[in-house]
């Protein structure tokens, strides 16, 4: 014990030097503060006192949990130590007092083995599913006014029209520049403000993208909202005051998809409550693709009630505190917790722990990422307090931070039209694509590494993370590997990852990982048998048809300009279970002059599968050309190679008639200045043939 002390002592001074002078401090003697059950944590009392501390081991310092463990702990020559010998997986922090001063530490045992209390509600996904009916039944009516503009950035304040009468009040920042840009979308962090403090101008500027912020209030920003809203509408789920931001984030990206200068890729981000919210539109939103979340709230709501630490804010004590039926207060938050939601995420992920959290419980956090199953990482943040906010997450020029990230998994970002010098991009884990074994029990796995997109050398592992059999890995800590199957099914494998590199000097490391699907011997859920398109005059028919179905929920229809950058056009709703020969439609009635498709097979259990890509070109003379689009004040319409006369008809998304004039000349000019802002589509026809384009009012 003596020997690891002494060890524990000197690599503590390496690892903190600028703390030397520190009045009181609290580290653990494992730098990475990690454990497995049954370990014995070493807490390192850190003072420039030699006398008698005082502390208290907890689940959390916020905790109204009893003590783990207490006592007293003698500094000496500046130094003290502090044993415990954890149980269960979770998260503590040892509490020290010394001459009226208070610091702690915090150390995380078996954390990716962190799992939810309670079962999610049974309709969580219908419960959604409904809210997003509702909302598509009324028209967007979006409003957007310029607020000012920079060489680099057009600022503007958007509000949108929700269900229930409300309305979603954001900030939109749009690059200057010609092409396609991705979009940001912001969730607030918890205050009693008023209105909205920042817009999030940097993430245009300097992250090259359309930055959208959104209200906690469905009021406008100038207007005080309620300042302590935690508990509005708690009763029933459809009432509950998060209900309308996370429709915001659904309404948000309708809007997006009208812009001509929008690429698809939707990315969502936030620091504490926002974080929380972002992990949960994530999980209800599948038009989100990449994740971004500091320190999370809204982790685990039901845990307090099984005296486990709840992530804030903490609803059982709460409701308690205000005399408040407890069960039915859970019963309309667990549709809104965060640790159900990420099990839904399939996109690219980023999520920072603070090992000394005080508000947000880090066992709560880890609970949330452990059910994320695509490309994910993790910041293990040990020096920090939820105020503290790490420097990656915010500075453009960081290695490992927000920007770069961006850049990894957003290409398009590189062309931000802030001229500086463009940061690292971020680290990548990638275990391709998912596999089905048919004739064999075994298959050999490749996992790829890199930052800057260059391989990188780290400690990796492979493990079984779900599935019956058992799984043998030729080599276990190696990227190739060959894995052995004992029975037939679907398996989830994982390739988990290492970065100590920044550990010595800013105390935190990265923990990556990655998710595929192995199905051994199975029925394919899909059987598609043929996929094609072909161009019409309502513009390109897609048909497939499938031979067989199971458990199948969905296909979404994606097109693509390049076959690189994919948008998502609408859906068909699958037959569930079957095994006859069914066959489905859909028609791009907006189509490209050359577009790519593709479809994408949702399961109920939440796996998906792409279909092939097929190509389709349409005739150049066979179209209509409408400018500008988006439209302000007029409207041009050339049209080629139809006969005249033909009829203009112009009508809205609910197909009310906007406009209608016959003409007899190619080129004809339409007045728009009294037109409603939102999307429309314009219909030229004669006897013989009929065109249509999308166009956007602005």
Not at 318 to 335: C, E, H, I, W
Not at 414 to 436: M, N
Not at 542 to 566: D, M, P, Y
């Amino acid at each position: 014990m003596i020997n690891k002390c002494l060890f524990s002592l000197i690599f503590f001074l390496f690892l903190f030097p600028n703390l030397v002078f520190s009045q009181l401090f609290v580290s653990t003697d494992q730098p990475t503060g990690r454990y497995t059950v049954g370990d014995t944590i070493f807490f390192i009392v850190k003072s420039d006192i030699d006398t008698i501390a005082t502390f208290s081991i907890k689940y959390g310092i916020t905790s109204d949990l009893p003590s783990l463990s207490t006592g007293t702990c003698q500094v000496k020559n500046g130094y003290g130590f502090i044993t415990y010998i954890p149980e269960s997986v979770g998260f503590v922090q040892c509490v020290v007092t010394q001459n009226g001063q208070t610091n702690y530490g915090g150390a995380a045992i078996d954390p990716f083995l962190i799992q939810p209390t309670e079962s999610e509600p049974a309709d969580f996904d219908s419960f959604w599913a409904a809210q997003k009916t509702l909302l598509a039944a009324v028209p967007m009516n979006v409003n957007v006014q310029v607020r000012d503009s920079s060489a680099t950035v057009i600022r503007y304040a958007i509000d949108m029209a929700l269900s229930d009468g409300k309305r979603a009040y954001g900030y939109l920042n749009v690059p200057r520049g010609q092409g396609y840009y991705p979009a940001l979308i912001s969730l607030p962090a918890f205050g009693n403000i008023e209105n909205m403090l920042d817009d999030h101008v940097q993430y245009s500027e300097r992250g090259g993208v359309i930055s959208v912020f959104l209200s906690i209030h469905a009021n406008l920003p100038s207007q005080a909202g309620p300042h302590n809203y935690l508990m509005i509408g708690v009763d029933e789920p459809a009432t509950y005051y998060y209900k309308h931001i996370m429709l915001a984030v659904i309404r948000t990206i309708d809007y997006l998809q009208t812009r001509t200068d929008f690429s698809g890729q939707v990315g969502i981000v936030g620091v504490s409550q926002g974080a929380g919210l972002a992990i949960l539109a994530a999980g209800i939103e599948q038009r989100i693709s990449l994740l971004v979340n500091a320190f999370p709230a809204l982790c685990g709501h039901p845990n307090s009630k099984y005296n486990k630490p709840s992530g804030f804010p903490s609803y059982w004590n709460l409701a308690r505190g205000l005399n408040l039926d407890q069960n039915r207060v859970l019963n309309t938050v667990k549709y809104y917790d965060a640790v159900t939601a990420a099990k839904r995420f399939r996109g690219v992920s980023w999520t920072m722990n603070a090992f000394r959290d005080e508000t947000c419980n880090p066992a709560t956090v880890y609970e949330a990422f452990n059910q994320l199953k695509g490309q994910k990482i993790i910041s293990h943040c040990i020096p920090n307090s939820h105020t503290q906010t790490p420097d990656a997450f915010a500075k453009p020029n960081a290695p490992v931070g927000l920007y770069a990230f961006l850049r990894q998994h957003f290409p398009l970002t590189k062309k931000a039209p802030w001229q500086w010098t463009i940061p690292t991009v971020g680290h990548t884990i990638d275990v391709g694509k998912d596999i089905e074994l048919t004739n064999t029990s075994s298959t050999t796995l490749r996992g790829v590494i890199e930052l800057e997109y260059a391989a990188v050398n780290l400690p990796v592992r492979w493990e079984k993370v779900e599935g019956e059999g058992t799984v043998v890995f030729s080599n276990p800590e190696s990227l190739t590997t060959t894995a052995t199957f004992s029975k037939l099914g679907s398996y989830r494998l994982r390739l988990v990852a290492e970065d100590l590199s920044s550990l010595s000097t800013d105390g935190q490391y990265l923990t990556l990982a990655d998710d595929l699907i192995v199905k051994v011997n199975t029925t394919i859920p899909v059987e598609l048998v043929s996929f094609s398109g072909k161009t019409t005059e309502f513009g390109n028919q897609l048909t497939w048809v499938t031979a067989s179905e199971r458990a199948h929920k969905n296909f979404e229809i994606q097109r693509s300009e390049e076959g690189k950058l994919w948008k998502n056009l609408g859906e068909r709703v699958g037959k569930g279970n079957a095994v006859a020969l069914n066959t489905y439609e859909f028609t791009d009635s907006d189509p490209l002059s050359k577009a790519y498709y593709r479809l994408k097979q949702n399961d109920f259990n939440g796996d998906f599968q792409y279909s092939k890509t097929i190509f389709v070109e349409r005739d150049k003379d066979d179209k209509i050309d409408v400018f500008p689009n988006p439209v302000f004040d007029k409207l041009t319409v050339d049209v080629k190679n139809l006969t005249q006369p033909f009829e203009v008809r112009i009508f809205d998304v609910l197909g009310r008639t906007n406009f209608v004039q016959a003409y007899d000349s190619q080129s004809i000019s339409i007045d728009t200045k009294t037109w409603k802002k939102g999307q429309y589509m314009i219909e030229v026809s004669n006897k013989k043939q009929t065109f249509m384009k999308k166009i956007v009012k602005q």
